[in-house]
């Protein structure tokens, strides 16, 4: 064959330039692509891809380690009954009616349903997604998505959720969580006070797909690794808060009561050890509760707190130096001195009766007097640097002020009522940490929850450090009324039933009517105690209070439905709860007996030799 | 000749790029299982920490007791005692105080005055000692 155009040279010198020139070209080409040196948008958009990743919220531990709330995920099962209608290995085969009914069998047998339900979900013939159930149980989920059991038809959907292993310990303190699985946002409590320290930061992946779908990591432009929330612990002793709930919730159907509350507190270092209400609700089913069992009465339940603002009244009169312990007062209630005097209920004192025994006795007409004489600024000044009145300041949302009018505005009536607790009002918190302010020699400490905040790496963001917030009175004042109070728990005193055998406890009783109308209740009452034990060398204080105990004045009516007669007083309705709730917090923080040779009663389970 | 190592560099480079990505798009599927497994046993740890917490919570346990009819109280400060190294009861505890004072009472009935202050130097006798099997006998 003989070539006409070009000849043999020629030829032989451009087919390697040809083909030089292609290979130049896609060396060229790639360089380019490798090295992002396209201006033109490439890949296309629908390649790319933007993926959000959550952070996990961080947990909430108790001071001993339990585990008060956490984020898990489980699965969400769904069924899309049109995929199980063909043999999934032999995709234009009808399913037979055997294997059908052994996909059902074992479709229920590893989510533990019923399996009428699976084999309805199997029949629904025109929805796709049928939900089936949720569980977290990992052996049951492998089983399920193991591509030798052919169950393509299940939907899985793997959600997140908050969880509450102690179910309705500590609710309202906590709080709870959205339900949206998602962006879970606190809604109330420590979950909503914290939030920006529980919730995680999102990461973000932003990368591209090829034509399959199948991510190219090379081309990840974004990398930002989702970071977990921070770890909060807590100073709540999760043992001392169960007993007391407990406690609290036997108290409360022991004496018919409508609502409960009680704090365990640190004397020494303003640590919150229990905060209870009672009834409280499951933070995880938060919306099936009313907002009523919502409520944290310890920090938001205004309300008069009674003879329990005597001890305050006896710190402010012997801080100012008018009276001393063993002053003697007299116990006229128609004295022309006073302006209508509180009475004591039919009670007849002596003549005279000292500071002292008037604490001990609880008498209205005395602490009148003393709050009479020393006038409503002064008292009203030290109701303020005591802290009640004003927010105390703990960690918590929803805390309230308490309602203690100006002096300005105090009739001479309110001048004997408040030092006896009536007319003015506080929480139960602000009481707890007055107490605790008497407790530990005239410190009025902040009272706190939260003991740290942990990041996911183990970096501690923050650490409680001991606020002292003022000093409401002398430190000898402090020691003069604990030595006052401890009358309150022993014979002839209002609290009997709240003595501690081996253990000397200063307390006090309050039974304060409720608001009704313009008027008081002559049936509703506040029956609380609050003590600080041991007294000699004070550790712990502990409050209680119970909103209306059923009222009862007859024999007859006690003995029908069993609560004792007088069980709207604070003696005897709230002092025995707090006996039980302070010996097992003794018992849990090791605090010894500081009068073992006072022995009240001998039980018969006590040690024996 | 100039061409001809041209073309086989150009073929080598070819070989490399098809190699080295072959190798990147295999690195890759193992980053991906990797993160994948990592991701799974990220959530199995949740799962498995989350029942944990459940089964050992306060609530769980007690009612578990209770099933089996084992209805456990904290015991009292009064059956309590704590003891030093060297065995002797620490000081101020009601148990201790409990005990002293059955044996006063004990030792007006059936003990002479140096059985006593034997008893108190013990202050705790160990179950079948010589002296606790008196103070039984007592009591009985």
């Known amino acids: 064959?003989?070539?006409?155009?070009?000849?043999?040279?020629?030829?032989?010198?451009?087919?390697?330039?040809?083909?030089?020139?292609?290979?130049?070209?896609?060396?060229?080409?790639?360089?380019?692509?490798?090295?992002?040196?396209?201006?033109?948008?490439?890949?296309?958009?629908?390649?790319?891809?933007?993926?959000?990743?959550?952070?996990?919220?961080?947990?909430?531990?108790?001071?001993?380690?339990?585990?008060?709330?956490?984020?898990?995920?489980?699965?969400?099962?769904?069924?899309?009954?049109?995929?199980?209608t063909f043999d999934p290995r032999h995709p234009n085969r009808p399913l037979s009616s055997d294997k059908r009914m052994a996909k059902i069998r074992f479709v229920a047998e590893q989510l533990h349903l019923d399996e009428r339900k699976v084999m309805d979900a199997y029949a629904e013939p025109k929805s796709r997604y049928v939900y089936l159930t949720e569980s977290d149980d990992s052996d049951a989920h492998r089983e399920l998505v193991d591509p030798k059991r052919g169950i393509t038809e299940l939907v899985i959907v793997d959600k997140p959720r908050r969880i509450y292993p102690q179910k309705h310990l500590l609710s309202q303190v906590l709080g709870f969580v959205s339900r949206d699985p998602t962006n879970s946002v606190g809604g109330a409590g420590l979950e909503l006070k914290y939030e920006k320290y529980l919730k995680g930061t999102p990461g973000q992946v932003h990368g591209t797909k090829d034509a399959m779908g199948r991510e190219d990591r090379s081309r990840r432009d974004l990398d930002i690794d989702a970071k977990n929330g921070c770890d909060v612990y807590l100073t709540i002793n999760s043992n001392i808060q169960f007993e007391t709930e407990r406690i609290l919730m036997e108290g409360l159907a022991e004496h018919r009561a409508e609502r409960a509350w009680a704090i365990v507190m640190s004397v020494k270092t303003g640590?919150?050890?229990?905060?209870?209400?009672?009834?409280?609700?499951?933070?995880?089913?938060?919306?099936?509760?009313?907002?009523?069992?919502?409520?944290?009465?310890?920090?938001?339940?205004?309300?008069?707190?009674?003879?329990?603002?005597?001890?305050?009244?006896?710190?402010?009169?012997?801080?100012?130096?008018?009276?001393?312990?063993?002053?003697?007062?007299?116990?006229?209630?128609?004295?022309?001195?006073?302006?209508?005097?509180?009475?004591?209920?039919?009670?007849?004192?002596?003549?005279?009766?000292?500071?002292?025994?008037?604490?001990?006795?609880?008498?209205?007409?005395?602490?009148?007097?003393?709050?009479?004489?020393?006038?409503?600024?002064?008292l009203y000044n030290y109701m303020q640097s005591f802290g009640l009145g004003r927010k105390t300041g703990i960690e918590l949302p929803g805390e309230e002020i308490g309602l203690i009018p100006a002096p300005q505005k105090w009739d001479k009536v309110k001048w004997s009522r408040a030092p006896i607790g009536q007319g003015v009002a506080v929480t139960a918190l602000q009481l707890a940490t007055a107490y605790a302010c008497i407790g530990n020699g005239g410190e009025l400490l902040r009272p706190y929850l939260v003991e740290k905040i942990v990041q996911a790496d183990g970096e501690v963001v923050y650490s409680h450090k001991k606020e002292v917030v003022g000093n409401p009175v002398r430190p000898q004042v402090t020691r003069q009324v604990l030595s006052m109070m401890t009358g309150v728990a022993k014979k002839g005193g209002t609290a009997k039933r709240a003595a501690i055998a081996g253990y000397s406890v200063a307390g006090k009783t309050g039974t304060a009517q409720m608001k009704e109308g313009r008027g008081y209740s002559s049936t509703n009452y506040h029956a609380s105690f609050i003590g600080i034990l041991p007294a000699t060398n004070p550790e712990i204080v502990v409050l209680v209070t119970y909103q209306k105990p059923y009222y009862c004045r007859s024999r007859e009516t006690s003995e029908a439905i069993g609560v004792p007669i007088f069980n709207h007083q604070g003696g005897l309705c709230a002092a025995p709860t707090f006996k039980r709730i302070a010996e097992i917090t003794l018992r849990y923080l090791q605090i010894g007996p500081d009068i073992p040779d006072e022995m009240p009663d001998e039980d018969e389970d006590a040690f024996m030799l | 000749m100039g061409v001809i190592a041209l073309i086989i560099c150009v073929f080598l480079v070819g070989i490399a790029y098809w190699t080295f990505d072959a190798r990147c798009v295999a690195i890759q599927h193992e980053i991906g299982k990797a993160e994948k497994v990592t991701r799974e046993l990220n959530k199995d740890l949740q799962r498995e920490t989350a029942t944990w917490s459940m089964m050992t919570s306060l609530g769980k346990l007690d009612e578990r007791l209770n099933r089996h009819g084992l209805e456990m109280q904290v015991q009292k400060v009064e059956q309590i005692v704590n003891m030093n190294r060297d065995g002797r009861p620490k000081p101020n505890q009601l148990s201790v105080a409990r005990a002293r004072n059955r044996m006063r009472n004990i030792s007006n009935v059936a003990f002479s005055k140096d059985d006593v202050s034997q008893s108190m130097r013990t202050m705790l006798p160990l179950r079948g000692t010589k002296s606790a099997a008196k103070g039984r006998a007592v009591q009985r």
């Open chain 1, 271 to 378: 640590a919150v050890l229990a905060m209870v209400t009672v009834p409280g609700y499951q933070p995880e089913t938060f919306n099936k509760s009313s907002d009523d069992v919502r409520i944290n009465r310890a920090i938001s339940e205004v309300y008069e707190p009674g003879s329990v603002m005597k001890t305050i009244t006896a710190c402010a009169v012997l801080n100012e130096g008018r009276v001393g312990p063993d002053t003697m007062i007299n116990t006229a209630k128609n004295d022309p001195n006073y302006y209508r005097l509180p009475g004591d209920a039919g009670h007849k004192w002596e003549e005279t009766m000292s500071v002292r025994e008037a604490l001990v006795h609880s008498s209205n007409i005395v602490f009148g007097k003393l709050g009479y004489d020393l006038g409503p600024t002064r």
């Open chain 1, 1 to 84: 064959m003989k070539f006409t155009g070009l000849n043999d040279k020629l030829r032989f010198a451009l087919a390697p330039i040809g083909i030089g020139s292609f290979a130049l070209i896609v060396v060229v080409r790639l360089v380019y692509l490798h090295l992002d040196l396209v201006t033109t948008k490439l890949p296309p958009p629908n390649y790319g891809f933007n993926r959000v990743t959550q952070g996990q919220r961080g947990s909430i531990y108790s001071a001993d380690g339990q585990t008060l709330a956490r984020t898990t995920s489980r699965w969400e099962y769904r069924l899309d009954p049109r995929r199980a």
